[in-house]
């Protein structure tokens, strides 16, 4: 299994940024994907989730209303739509994949850093 994290920069706060993660290795229907991430300092944190055979999906409650994750089929990726951004939104964003019935996250990509300038 492999995810491939892309889409970070430097934006202005107020701006937006969509981060993309590729996966291949396997077929991901049963799977739940996952955005994580983790500041200079601070442990890692959830950001949201989804489960991709139904769409389903959660978030943290410090992105609620400005983040959205979705699924490409087609492209077998995983979006995350970041608007509003806050500088407190800093930090190296990773995705991760676990089988549905899963506690924890087997699968990890490498970062993605995100820099959100006040």
């Known amino acids: 299994v492999q995810l491939q994290a892309s889409g970070g920069g430097l934006v202005q706060a107020g701006g937006s940024l969509r981060l993309s993660c590729a996966a291949s290795?396997?077929?991901?229907?049963?799977?739940?994907m996952g955005w994580f991430r983790q500041a200079p300092g601070k442990e890692r944190e959830f950001v949201a989730s989804?489960?991709?055979?139904?769409?389903?999906?959660s978030y943290a409650d410090s992105v609620k209303g400005r983040f959205t994750i979705s699924r490409d089929n087609a492209k077998n990726a995983v979006l995350l739509q970041m608007n509003s951004l806050k500088p407190e939104d800093t930090a190296a964003y990773y995705c991760?994949?676990?089988?549905?019935?899963?506690?924890?996250?087997?699968?990890w990509g490498q970062g993605t850093q995100v820099t959100v300038s006040s």
């Open positions: 991760a994949a676990k089988y549905l019935t899963n506690v924890g996250y087997s699968y």
């Open positions: 989804i489960r991709w055979r139904v769409g389903s999906t």
């Open positions: 290795g396997r077929t991901f229907t049963n799977y739940v």
